[in-house]
């Protein structure tokens, strides 16, 4: 029997203990990166293996050793393990037993997939051309930046990524089908930046305008000067989103305000249209502020960059998922999405691709969309995730 045979047997043969690794991690969620207990079980399961624990600052690092025709270089498998600050609303017997906190994105689902793996890979490492990172990354949900980028630097700092030949993510959702799996050639996800604005005026009575600067009235203009260089100056073609979510000012009807205050987001999917939106924002509130004598401050927090996967690895990603689950069950999406992933940081440095896993079952009322309290998904999916990361270490160049 073949490396390949192999593989999806032995995982055939995992699958029960893969769904109760995602069961008992659903019980216990853990958020940002207060993940130790995740982590304590994530170690215990890998050190049964006798697979090798990296140093990290954060999370997990496994490596899988190959065998002795090794052709050198490492592949590498990652997953986030983070829960959502959220209480659970569904009815059932794996049911979050963290008050206020719940596996609601299917990382449960992907650190499980991710030991099922790590697994059978162990158990035919001799027969492994690679070796194999498994990376168990908390904190991609947040805080701020995540837990991609500071475990990045754990691998920049034992010299690994340069060897590192290709990295995969799986991301399970009830967007698609329970067996089939989407994948995204170029930008896959959203960069995420956030900004603050300040506008100081020159506060009067509402009957003498003239005799004030209305940092409303700027505010406002601001916005709609925005909409429209959203709309003129961008391509239609090219995804951006330049979103105003806070506006405050004024404190009485008959009183012009002397402060206004905006907080926004910005999501792109090309790092120069990012540059490009935040720079002609500052413009216009400049222009804006300067002609009618007010003053402005803008914070701009720097968010995720765009997840952009390599085409190459993308397309060895089709072709192992239709051998999985049938070339007719492989969906190629034609527009990226427009959240954000810190993966992303993996995928500056190193060749990567980030790839769906249908999970939606409509009989079985698994239906609701990630973040929701009511999110949940066919356990079937996880055998399809776990052949697919198996076969990623084996087949990715």
């Known amino acids: 029997m073949d490396l390949i045979e192999d593989i999806r047997t032995q995982a055939g043969l ?10 008992h991690l659903h019980m216990h969620p853990e958020t940002g990166f207060d993940t130790q207990e995740t982590e ?7 050190e049964g293996e006798r697979i090798e624990i990296l140093p990290s600052s954060v999370g997990v690092i496994g490596k899988i050793s190959a065998g002795t025709g090794k052709k050198g270089g490492y592949i590498a498998l990652r997953a986030d393990m983070d829960a959502l600050p959220l209480e659970e609303a569904n009815d059932v017997p794996y049911r979050s037993r963290a008050e206020g906190k719940m596996h609601a994105c299917g990382h449960d689902g992907h650190t499980a997939m991710l030991l099922g793996a790590a697994t059978v890979l162990q158990r035919n490492r001799e027969k492994l051309s690679r070796d194999v990172l498994l990376i168990f990354q908390p904190a ?9 980028r500071i475990m990045l630097k754990d691998l920049e700092s034992m010299g690994l990524v340069p060897e590192i030949r290709a990295m995969a ?25 956030e900004f603050d604005i300040g506008i100081t005026g020159l506060g009067g009575h509402g009957g003498s305008p003239h005799k ?9 203009r601001f916005v709609t000067e925005m909409e429209s260089f959203m709309s003129r100056r ?14 405050k000012a004024g404190t009485a009807a008959n009183i012009i305000p002397e402060r206004a205050t905006l907080s926004g987001t910005l999501r792109c999917q090309r790092e120069e249209t990012r540059g490009f939106i935040l720079s002609g924002a500052e413009k216009h509130l400049q222009a804006i502020c300067s002609w009618s004598g007010a003053a402005y401050t803008m914070d701009v927090r720097r968010g995720l960059p765009v997840l952009v996967n390599d085409d190459e690895k993308v397309e060895q990603a089709e072709r192992i998922a239709a051998e999985i689950v049938g070339a007719d069950k492989v969906i190629r999406l034609k527009y990226p999405s427009m959240g954000a992933e810190d993966f992303a940081y993996f995928s500056e440095k190193i060749p990567a691709v980030f790839t769906w896993i249908g999970a939606r079952n409509e009989e079985k009322g698994f239906v609701h969309m990630m973040h929701n309290p009511r999110f949940d998904f066919d356990e079937d999916a996880l055998a399809v995730g776990t052949e697919m990361l198996c076969r990623i270490a084996v087949k990715m160049e």
């Open 40 to 46: 304590r079980f994530v170690k215990q399961i890998l």
């Open 212 to 220: 004030a600067i209305d940092a409303l009235s700027l505010a406002a």
């Open 140 to 148: 991609e949900e947040g805080p701020k930046l995540g837990g991609a």
């Open 169 to 193: 993510a799986l991301h399970l959702t009830t967007e698609h089908p329970a067996g089939t799996v989407a994948v995204r050639y170029g930008s896959s996800m959203a960069s995420t930046d």
């Open 234 to 247: 961008i391509d239609p073609l090219d995804s951006a989103v330049f979103a105003i979510g806070v506006l």
């Open 14 to 23: 995992v699958g029960k203990d893969v769904i109760g690794y995602r069961r």
